[in-house]
């Protein structure tokens, strides 16, 4: 096993609130261990391209609550390629560096288990998504941010919606799965949500609403996951126009303020131990893991089940959103 003296962090896909929490716990944990630590700008673009500086101490001060990332981030298409993965590797071999710390989802957690199947690098992963979609861990890094920032405009969209006796058809992030829709449509008090998990779940919905009208009720609240089986709340809008003739429908989109923000305390929190966490991992020989967090541990989880296993949807919440909803 190779002695580890010189790590390098970069965080890559998209962005997420805490990736500076977890970028900050990286590098530090690394100088309290007598490490030589770099910092990759631009993800694996910036590992191609030689983007690598060191990073100290003073690098990392006062980013703990700022959102987005400060090493950036950007997908590669070229990292896929024999060519593009071996200018990395020369890269790395370049500043001698023997572990790699990836922040973010299952795209470039892949790119990780590629580069240290082909050479000798120690590959560590934390993850960095607000999609909350990661398997091996309750909460992904800016999930609990996304969430609270959902919360706050459906909050706001709700004094609208009572005051004109409007529907409002809230989508929110969440191409292939529904974890922001689902928790938030519990915590805001939505009538419905639409996620890619459940089929047919459109039916559900009108049933939801015809038991609402005989109960009076003169709003509300559907939130929908951007990858619903419709396509989202305009297709879906479009697609069911005759069942939703007799209300006053607005569609609000949420988009990109969900990624934005300084991060909840929560947030830094989960950053914080997971970069501390990785970190020791690698010294203790560790590779081609993810440091997680289940039932309030930290947990290393291999790279390829973290990917390969679908995190599946608690189907106990959907029967709080109906109880909650009666």
Same mark, same amino acid.
């Given at each position: 096993?190779?002695?580890?003296?010189? #790590?390098?962090?970069?965080?890559?896909?998209? %962005? +997420?609130?805490?990736?500076?929490?977890?970028?900050?716990?990286?590098?530090?944990? !690394? #100088?309290?261990?007598?490490?030589?630590?770099?910092?990759?700008?631009?993800?694996?673009?910036?590992? #191609?391209? @030689?983007?690598?500086?060191? &990073?100290?101490?003073?690098?990392?001060?006062?980013?703990?609550?700022?959102?987005?990332?400060?090493?950036?981030?950007?997908? +590669?298409?070229?990292?896929?390629?024999? =060519?593009?993965?071996?200018?990395?590797?020369?890269?790395?071999?370049?500043?001698?560096?023997?572990?790699?710390?990836?922040?973010?989802?299952?795209?470039?957690?892949?790119?990780?288990?590629?580069?240290?199947?082909?050479?000798?690098? +120690?590959?560590?992963?934390?993850?960095?998504?607000?999609?909350?979609?990661?398997?091996?861990?309750?909460?992904?890094?800016?999930?609990?941010? =996304? &969430?609270?920032?959902?919360?706050?405009?459906?909050?706001? #969209?709700? %004094?609208?919606?009572? /005051?004109?006796?409007?529907?409002?058809?809230?989508?929110?992030?969440?191409?292939?799965?529904?974890?922001?829709?689902?928790?938030?449509?519990i915590a805001g008090g939505a009538e419905a949500v639409l996620i890619p998990e459940i089929k047919n779940d459109h039916l559900t919905l009108f049933k939801t609403l015809e038991e609402g009208h005989a109960h009076k009720k003169?709003?509300?609240?559907?939130?929908?996951?951007?990858?619903?089986?419709?396509? !989202?709340?305009?297709?879906?809008?479009?697609?069911?126009?005759?069942?939703?003739?007799?209300?006053?429908?607005?569609?609000?989109?949420?988009?990109?303020?969900?990624?934005?923000? /300084?991060?909840?305390?929560? @947030?830094?929190?989960?950053?914080?131990?997971?970069?501390?966490?990785?970190?020791?991992?690698?010294?203790?020989?560790?590779?081609?893991?993810?440091?997680?967090?289940?039932?309030?541990?930290?947990?290393?989880?291999?790279?390829?089940?973290?990917?390969?296993?679908?995190?599946?949807? @608690?189907?106990?919440?959907?029967?709080?959103?109906?109880?909650?909803?009666?």
């Open positions: 096993m190779t002695t580890i003296k010189n #790590i390098a962090v970069l965080t890559s896909g998209g %962005d +997420s609130p805490g990736m500076n929490a977890a970028i900050r716990a990286v590098v530090r944990t !690394g #100088i309290f261990n007598g490490l030589n630590v770099y910092g990759v700008r631009h993800g694996y673009h910036g590992l #191609i391209n @030689d983007h690598i500086t060191e &990073m100290k101490s003073h690098h990392v001060s006062n980013i703990i609550q700022r959102g987005g990332t400060i090493l950036k981030t950007a997908r +590669s298409m070229e990292f896929k390629t024999e =060519a593009g993965m071996e200018a990395a590797w020369q890269n790395l071999k370049k500043h001698d560096i023997n572990a790699l710390f990836v922040i973010g989802g299952d795209g470039s957690f892949r790119g990780a288990m590629a580069l240290s199947s082909k050479y000798p690098i +120690s590959c560590i992963g934390l993850p960095g998504t607000i999609d909350n979609d990661i398997w091996g861990t309750d909460e992904t890094i800016g999930f609990d941010t =996304a &969430m609270n920032t959902v919360i706050d405009a459906v909050d706001k #969209i709700r %004094d609208t919606a009572s /005051s004109h006796n409007r529907m409002f058809l809230i989508e929110v992030m969440g191409r292939d799965a529904g974890f922001i829709a689902m928790n938030c449509g003169s709003s509300n609240i559907i939130l929908v996951s951007e990858g619903d089986q419709a396509g !989202g709340a305009f297709k879906f809008a479009e697609k069911y126009k005759d069942k939703l003739k007799n209300y006053d429908v607005r569609i609000s989109i949420l988009g990109h303020i969900q990624r934005g923000g /300084s991060p909840s305390a929560f @947030d830094r929190f989960l950053a914080s131990r997971l970069g501390v966490a990785a970190v020791e991992a690698a010294l203790d020989g560790q590779t081609n893991v993810m440091a997680g967090y289940k039932n309030s541990k930290v947990v290393l989880v291999p790279l390829e089940k973290a990917v390969k296993t679908r995190k599946k949807m @608690d189907k106990e919440l959907l029967h709080v959103l109906d109880v909650l909803n009666t």
